[in-house]
């Protein structure tokens, strides 16, 4: 199965940016399909990017984020070539991980 | 052995077993998800189900937040499409332990709550769902300090649907 994550880690020397990009459905529970009814909550509740052993970012998410969700931010150090790896884990218990390659 | 480390442990047992279950999915090398979840802080179940803003603060904070113009909130004036609004903070607060946002008319308030560890820049971009226009409040917990800045966002065709 491929990976739900799709990350692009750029370094600029002292800073590592961090773009995510996650396939998921981000069902709220609140939007009713074509026949009236109620579509389950299906969300990603955490994210977490992980480098050299460190949490380096940490997403606690409802389901008001958008489907297929977006995240950027930036930490200082990280290496080129170096790995940073990425989990999530739903409100159904279901999770995927990656790693990704510091560019 | 004390309450704390009984507590840890005991923790750190039960999302093995989480682990275990999961490997019937398949698709995750065992071993991963304990450490994950262990490096993570507890999944604030409670304050996404709170539904006006003072409450989010309330259960999630337990404190008050003052406005601040050191907060930056860059979000669109106009929303077409409320299913996908960017909404990014950046601050200039020293300190900054983690960053949440708020929609105040979605039927849950809080969208998402950000850990920032030590040596993580205090900035972050995202993408929500705004039912209808709303104000979108930022907080940002500096210091052992919370901090706001919030903004109107006008939504034409609203994201949660019917």
Same mark, same amino acid.
């Given at each position: ?9 750029? %370094? ?15 069902? %709220?529970?609140?939007?009713?399909? @074509? ?16 480098? #050299? ?6 997403? *606690? ?28 884990? #739903?409100?159904?218990?279901?999770? *995927? ?7 | 052995?004390? *309450? /704390? ?21 398949? &698709? ?22 709170? !539904?006006?803003?003072? #409450? /989010?603060? +309330?259960?999630?904070?337990? +404190? ?9 909130? #860059? ?5 077409? &499409? $409320? ?20 929609? @105040? ?7 998402? +709550? ?17 039912? !209808? ?6 907080? /940002? ?6 901090? %706001? ?5 006008? /939504?034409?065709?609203?994201?949660? $649907?019917?």
């Amino acid at each position: 199965m491929a990976s739900t994550i799709r990350v692009r880690a750029t %370094s600029s020397g002292e800073t590592t940016e961090v773009q995510a990009l996650i396939q998921h459905p981000m069902d %709220s529970g609140f939007v009713k399909d @074509s026949k009236g009814e109620i579509i389950p909550a299906h969300f990603i509740q955490q994210l977490t990017f992980e480098y #050299d052993g460190k949490n380096v970012f940490a997403a *606690d998410w409802g389901g008001g984020i958008s489907k297929d969700p977006y995240v950027k931010f930036t930490f200082k150090g990280g290496k080129k070539g170096d790995e940073l790896k990425i989990s999530w884990v #739903d409100n159904k218990g279901a999770t *995927d991980t990656t790693t990704a390659k510091i560019q | 052995m004390s *309450d /704390v480390e009984f507590s840890a442990t005991r923790r750190l047992i039960l999302q093995g077993a989480g682990a275990v279950a999961l490997i019937g999915l398949g &698709n995750l090398p065992f071993g991963l998800t304990p450490a994950l979840a262990a490096a993570n802080d507890k999944y604030p179940e409670d304050a996404f189900k709170q !539904k006006s803003d003072a #409450d /989010v603060i +309330k259960t999630l904070y337990g +404190k008050t937040a003052e406005p601040s113009d050191k907060v930056k909130l #860059d979000a669109p004036e106009i929303a077409e &499409n $409320g299913a996908v609004v960017p909404i990014s903070v950046s601050t200039t607060l020293a300190d900054v332990t983690s960053i949440a946002f708020l929609v @105040s008319e979605n039927p849950n308030v809080l969208i998402a +709550k950000y850990n920032i560890p030590a040596g993580t820049m205090p900035a972050v971009a995202n993408r929500i769902k705004m039912a !209808k226009t709303s104000n979108v409040t930022v907080l /940002v917990e500096a210091g052992g300090k919370l901090y %706001s800045a919030n903004k109107e966002v006008k /939504v034409t065709v609203g994201g949660c $649907g019917g």
